[in-house]
């Protein structure tokens, strides 16, 4: 991960230069958004109800509006990944349609049954698409998305930047220029914190991706924030790193990693599977070790570790006793995986606004993804069983 030449040769599509451009894709997005006209979104007036329709690299604009709205939004915001359109979206309703080729068939299809129900429209995607078309037609508002990009995973803020933009506009979430331009050079700092000639002792993901090399990922929240950040982790280790990972948000997924804890990826539970192994479960004071006589001819090969990636918001100023007793958990859980043997890191989120905060997260986990794709000989671009996929079924 530390040879730049290295790394050129392997990121074909520049997956790590893409991820750079965070910062510089929101204020294109914002510049973009004000030409297209975001002001005329729903003509200017709130609408009866708001659903967003996305799906694979571009789903997480579902779930990042849906966590910003629901807190104080006065109309209900949805979120659709596919066909049909709920049968009550009719022309009071705005329908906002996400993709970045323009062409993915859920979002399209939403899109053109939305306008011919008599649905305000706002879609973002390329200006030259069938979304655009079909967007024009029902005299909606299209917001291109600027340069070519490689993927949706690297074009993450030239889709999501628009549409928290015009749902600002509209008075559904607390987000504006200002916003979104603090949201930018948060970005831009840990891309800077990232960039591939940081050695892996001081850069944040190639740390990450470090720590998740060897392991069972378990990404886990401490909340509803985090809780969105931790399936965009998942999402990008699956798809860049090809590594899958589990996810869970706090409080109510406490249990589920802790039990975990006795599992056969934890060295309370060694030996246990093993051919040929005549260990079974450890329990008490000799379970932090692992068994260094362990014989990988005889006994089999270790079982892979339990990595338990905590992603945790900014802390709360002043503390709350809900936000104390939110810490006391998180910490519980972490002591308590590492206690088993499990690897255990951590992303903090720096202060600012939820979504300020919460690109932070987004922004590490995915320049991790992307380092560990890297640091196993995969070019993080390019999966050929994706590109296989798309030929054998004709979904390309």
């Not at 932090?288 to 945790?312: K, W």
């Not at 989120?349 to 300020?356: C, D, F, N």
Request: glycine fraction near 12%.
């Amino acid at each position: 991960m530390d040879s730049e030449e290295a790394v050129a040769a392997l990121d074909s599509r520049q997956t790590l230069r893409g991820l750079a451009t965070a910062g510089a894709q929101v204020r294109e997005a914002v510049a973009l958004a004000t030409e297209g006209g975001i002001d005329r979104v729903a003509g200017g007036e709130r609408p009866r109800s708001v659903l967003v329709a996305s799906l694979g690299g571009s789903a997480v604009v579902c779930d990042v509006l849906d966590l910003l709205a629901e807190p104080g939004s006065p109309v209900p915001v949805s979120t659709r990944r596919n066909v049909p359109l709920p049968g009550w979206v009719g022309p009071l309703d705005l329908v906002i349609a996400v993709s970045l080729s323009g062409r993915a068939a859920g979002p399209l299809a939403l899109a053109a049954e939305a306008a011919r129900r008599g649905a305000a429209l706002l879609t973002v995607g390329a200006s030259d698409s069938p979304l655009a078309d079909a967007c024009a037609r029902a005299r909606g508002v299209h917001i291109g998305v600027g340069r070519e990009r490689a993927s949706s995973r690297t074009a993450l803020w030239s889709l999501l930047a628009p549409v928290l933009l015009g749902a600002g506009r509209l008075g559904l979430v607390h987000v504006d220029e200002r916003v979104l331009h603090e949201t930018a050079d948060r970005l831009d700092e840990v891309a800077e914190a990232c960039r591939p000639s940081s050695e892996s002792f001081v850069n944040p993901a190639k740390v990450l991706a470090t720590d998740l090399a060897d392991g069972v990922p378990v990404i886990l929240g401490d909340g509803p924030l985090a809780g969105v950040a931790a399936l965009r982790a998942a999402s990008m280790l699956a798809r860049t790193a090809r590594v899958p990972a589990t996810t869970g948000e706090l409080p109510d997924d406490a249990a589920q990693v802790v039990s975990c804890l006795d599992g056969p990826f934890t060295t309370a539970f060694s030996g246990v599977g093993n051919p040929g192994g005549t260990g079974g479960p450890r329990r008490g004071s000799d379970r932090a070790e692992a068994d260094i006589f362990a014989d990988p001819y005889l006994d089999g090969p270790a079982s892979p570790r339990l990595s338990l990636l905590m992603l945790r918001d900014a802390p709360v100023e002043p503390p709350t006793r809900e936000s104390d007793e939110a810490l006391r958990l998180a910490d519980t859980v972490a002591d308590s995986a590492r206690e088993a043997g499990a690897r255990v890191s951590e992303v903090v989120a720096g202060p600012g606004e939820p979504v300020t905060r919460l690109a932070g997260l987004m922004a590490t986990t995915d320049f991790a993804a992307t380092y560990l794709a890297l640091g196993l000989g995969l070019d993080p671009g390019v999966s050929p069983h994706v590109a296989d996929l798309a030929d054998r079924t004709g979904r390309g």
